[in-house]
């Protein structure tokens, strides 16, 4: 098996997978499954999870099951299910058949913790959290055997027919299998089947209040579900025999296997459903959907597309070895189908007012620019061009030593051409009584619409523009990592000290072209010299625009520091 093989089109469980086909494994069929516990929204690694198990599925001809592994009634809750399925779809996939749930096999779980009992191979355990943790050893120290390892069937029988039936309080007594207490494998060290915890259940109720382990619950959901091929992260690898000694010691209708891979990591940020929830419950950013974070619901709302984020999950590619993903690479995707995908628009986000002294007030002249550059059967938008206008803050400065190279846009005194519209001179600055500019008067120089202006007149630039009558107010949100540090979680800080409290600057005053109204939630624009945006799919309405920014034109963090 390749353990470098990065290369999309070949990796190494595409690999397995072919060969098992090829040679008739399991008639030749593959059922992959997705199994998220509902406990948090997905993230970025979950959609490379979902890309792959899908994914495989998909090219060899078959299925993948959406399964909620809902074993630990204590965090989970229907808000994450209905995001989760909402999440697949949005990704562009379909799971086969009915979503399932780990909780809805608890009575057959029941049936084959019974089983290990009668066949001597599980015992109920009464020693405490503590002491059995002393029991266990550590991986260069063998563990001890539990007093109450060698019961008999009848008397564990009773035991754990008394845990079921909530006789005994939390943490008092556990099932066990009995594997081997000296194994170099921790796992294999007789490993917790049952837990009592008198928990409500959002699937069960109050139906149970003993509740299997994460190990003797998963390959037993993968055998009933018929699932061929059971893929999951590295951390697993170590569970592999254990997921296999339970294969091999009940009456499951169907073996599984498990393949394991790395994990994805993506860098200034945190990939870990404990971690994302901390800055949900802290409320340093607003609610799960939050464009600034990595789930995949945050990243919908930032505006990148599913096609995106499947591209990306593609380029990482899929292997054994772990490692850090530069969070450029992701940008990198998200640039490439926008640039191919976006309506190009014209946003003003800092505001200054301009007077065209030579234009009559209220005549609108309907200037046209392309949709899209390079697509011309996207055809044209039209842009109102009138007396008043908006252009950039930025765009302007009073310095006339400013060289042409360093400073294409409109300076005191000289030329500007206004993108798709006409040649413009600065003429006259007015300033309010706070001393800053107010207003800039300028004037046209006429027939220069989409032509070049006569000899003599050298325009520096080009710059976008908007009417100040007949566009729309909005309000943009600009983003910034939302960490300051390259692995927050990865030292012994605390998380909370690397948070970016920078990492959102609202906008209240800009100004978008009428295109840019019209547009449905979720649309996305690349506002001209400004980078991608698209329409808050929470905030926004016809009459409240709400504009998120989802990722600069070029990738300027090391200079600028990611805006
Ligand atoms: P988290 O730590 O965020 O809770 P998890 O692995 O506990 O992640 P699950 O809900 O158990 O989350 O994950 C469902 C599936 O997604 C599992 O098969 C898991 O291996 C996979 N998965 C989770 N995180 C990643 C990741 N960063 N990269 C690839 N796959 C992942
Ligand atoms: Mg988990």
Known sequence: MS??????????LQQIISEDVAAGHNDGQVRT??????????????????????????????????????TNPEKEEQEYIDAIKR??????????????????????????????????VAYVCDLSAEEASEYRGWATKPGKESPYRNRGVDENLDLFERMRKGEFD?????????IDMTSPNM?????????????????????????????FAHGQEDAIEGVTHSICTLEFQDHRPLYEWFLEHLPVPNTPRQYEFARLNLNYTVTSKRKLKRLVDENVVDGWSDPRLPTISGMRRRGYSSAALRNFCEM?????????????????????????????AMCVLHPLRVVVTNFAEGVVEHMSAPIHPSRVELGERKLPFTRELY??????SEDTTLSRKKFKRLVAGEYVRLRSAYVVRADEVIRGDDGEISEL??????????????????????????????????????????????????????????????????????????????????????????????????????????????????DTRERKGGM
Request: contains cysteine; negative net charge; proline residues 5%.
């Open 3 to 12: 353990n470098s093989d990065h290369t999309p089109s070949s990796n190494f």
């Open 33 to 70: 499954r997705f199994p998220p516990e509902p406990n948090g929204y997905l993230h970025i690694g979950h959609a490379k999870s979902i890309c792959l198990n899908f994914g495989l599925a998909k090219q060899f001809g078959g299925v993948c099951n959406l399964r909620f592994d809902d």
């Open 87 to 120: 999440d697949v779809r949005w990704l562009g996939f379909e799971w086969d058949g009915e979503v399932k749930f780990a909780s809805s096999y608890f009575d057959q779980f029941h049936a084959w913790a019974l089983h290990l009992i009668r066949e001597g």
């Open 170 to 178: 939390e943490g008092t007594c556990v099932l066990r299998a009995k």
């Open 187 to 215: 796992n294999m060290r007789d490993p917790i089947l049952y837990r009592i915890r008198k928990e409500n259940h959002h699937q069960t109720g109050d139906k149970w209040c003993i509740y299997p382990s994460y190990d």
């Open 316 to 344: 990482v590619g899929t292997s054994r070895a772990g490692g850090v993903v530069d969070m450029g690479m992701l940008e990198f995707a998200i640039r490439e189908d926008l640039n191919e995908n976006a309506p190009r």
């Open 391 to 396: 252009i950039d803050r930025a765009d302007f």
């Open 441 to 554: 008067r300028v004037s046209l120089v006429p027939g220069t619409v989409g032509e070049s202006p006569p000899e003599g007149i050298r325009p520096r630039g080009v710059i976008h523009w908007v009417s100040a009558t007949h566009s729309k107010p909005a309000k943009v949100r600009l983003y910034n990592r939302l960490f300051n540090h390259e692995a927050p979680d990865n030292d012994d800080d605390d998380l909370m000290m690397h948070f970016n409290k920078k990492s959102l600057v609202t906008l209240d005053n800009c100004w978008v072209e009428p295109s840019v109204a019209e547009a449905e939630s979720e649309a996305v624009f690349q506002f001209e010299r400004e980078g991608y945006f698209c329409i808050d799919n929470v905030e926004s309405s016809k009459d409240d625009l709400v504009i998120n920014k989802t990722i600069g034109l070029k």
